[in-house]
Nanobody, 115 residues
Framework: QVQLVESGGGLVQPGGSLRLSCAAS????????MNWSRQAPGKQRELLAL???????NYADSVKGRFTISRDNAKNTVYLQMNSLKPEDTAVYYC?????????WGQGTQVTVSS
């Protein structure tokens, strides 16, 4: 049973930073892709960042240069460092594991950017 638990969300002022964590119940070292997505109220879920088993990364234009995805295979954890946060970054952030055959999702963590 694959379980993903996100943490690190909260309320932050515009321009601030947060680091989200996603702890997996399985070894992630060989997992094809680990992704971070978000969903704002009334909007579709948006893929923000991915990291492959080889360490390659890719980002949505909306977060490129501000967000950084990383993985610690020893801890089976994926991170999303978010800098220069904007009010439009307010959303529920989800981690997902894509092993090419199946996708698994966490429960999400709320990020609110507001003064």
């Amino acid at each position: 049973q694959v379980q993903l638990v996100e943490s690190g969300g909260g309320l932050v002022q515009p321009g601030g930073s947060l680091r989200l964590s996603c702890a997996a119940s399985v070894r992630i070292i060989s997992i094809w892709r680990m992704n971070w997505s978000r969903q704002a109220p009334g909007k579709q879920r948006e893929l923000l960042a991915l990291i492959t088993s080889g360490g390659n990364t890719n980002y949505a234009d909306s977060v490129k240069g501000r967000f950084t995805i990383s993985r610690d295979n020893a801890k089976n954890t994926v991170y999303l460092q978010m800098n220069s946060l904007k009010p439009e970054d307010t959303a529920v952030y989800y981690c997902n594991l894509d092993d090419y055959t199946n996708q698994y999702w966490g429960q999400g963590t709320q990020v609110t950017v507001s003064s």
